[in-house]
């Protein structure tokens, strides 16, 4: 039977694999749930919020309900966060371009927070079907196929701690970091026409040093090279008459 999901394909997915293997205290039901998932025993997996809902097919006729949250981020947590990310503007402009940098987790447990759960505490569980423990091969399952999600779009990973996407990309936003990659010739500041067309061929160079942060084929765009059409979209759109 052919693989439905392949899962780890990211260091954040490899990371979450990683981190619910090194807190299994059950040596027989993380590796089942792991068959079942790369199986196609899950069926569905929604993320919405802190909330992750599912559903997985097992030996009964009707799927098995799944229900997990992680443990969310308080003020403090989100605190440290921002003020991690508005220190390094590296950091935030390749959050700005969909990705998670390795550092920026490696930041945060300094200060003492992880984005990946440390306990099965730190998850709240539950399954329809009759085994009480977390994780059952249904749950366990499900903890493999959200490396898949977040393999996808690492911003789950932030979602489930109850930390929306918009609020990332709102600490990390242009206003406040694309001044730091853009730059200005001042010696043409007084002629304001000109000054005008230098800020504006900045602005384009700025976006396209952030354009080669991006992977050639990141796993959300399957088609063309991702990095080549944005870039051939950025330059239309600075070139194109007002």
């Known amino acids: 039977m052919a693989e439905r999901y392949k899962f780890g394909l990211t260091w954040w997915g490899q990371r979450w694999i990683r981190a619910i293997e090194k807190i299994d205290i059950d040596e027989n039901r993380l590796p089942r749930g792991r068959s079942y998932a790369k199986n196609g025993n899950v069926l569905k997996v929604e993320i919405n919020g802190g909330q992750i809902k599912a559903s997985v097919r097992g030996s009964r006729p009707h799927p098995y309900r799944e229900h997990m949250?992680?443990?969310?981020?308080?003020e403090r947590e989100k605190a440290i966060l921002e003020s991690v990310i508005i220190g390094r503007p590296d950091l935030a402009a390749r959050i700005l371009v969909g990705q998670i940098p390795s550092e920026?987790?490696?930041l945060l447990i300094k200060k003492g927070i992880d984005l990946f759960p440390a306990s099965w505490n730190e998850i709240e569980a539950d399954c329809s079907c009759p085994d009480w423990a977390n994780p059952c091969k249904h749950l366990a399952a499900?903890?493999?196929?959200i490396a898949f999600e977040i393999d996808k779009d690492p911003f789950l990973l932030f979602e489930m701690r109850g930390i929306s996407k918009e609020?990332?990309?709102?600490?990390?936003?242009?206003k406040q970091n694309v001044?730091?990659?853009?730059?200005?010739d001042e010696s043409q500041a007084s002629d304001p026409q000109k000054t005008e067309e230098v800020r504006l061929d900045s602005k384009a160079e700025s976006?396209?040093?952030v354009i080669d942060l991006l992977d050639d084929d990141p796993l959300f765009y399957k088609y063309l090279n991702f990095k080549e059409k944005l870039r051939d979209f950025l330059c239309f759109h600075f070139e194109s008459p007002k």
């Open 69 to 74: 949250t992680l443990k969310p981020f308080g």
């Open 142 to 145: 499900v903890y493999y196929v």
């Open 179 to 184: 001044q730091e990659y853009v730059f200005v």
């Open 167 to 174: 609020w990332m990309m709102k600490i990390s936003g242009l």
């Open 104 to 106: 920026l987790n490696e």
């Open 207 to 209: 976006f396209l040093k």
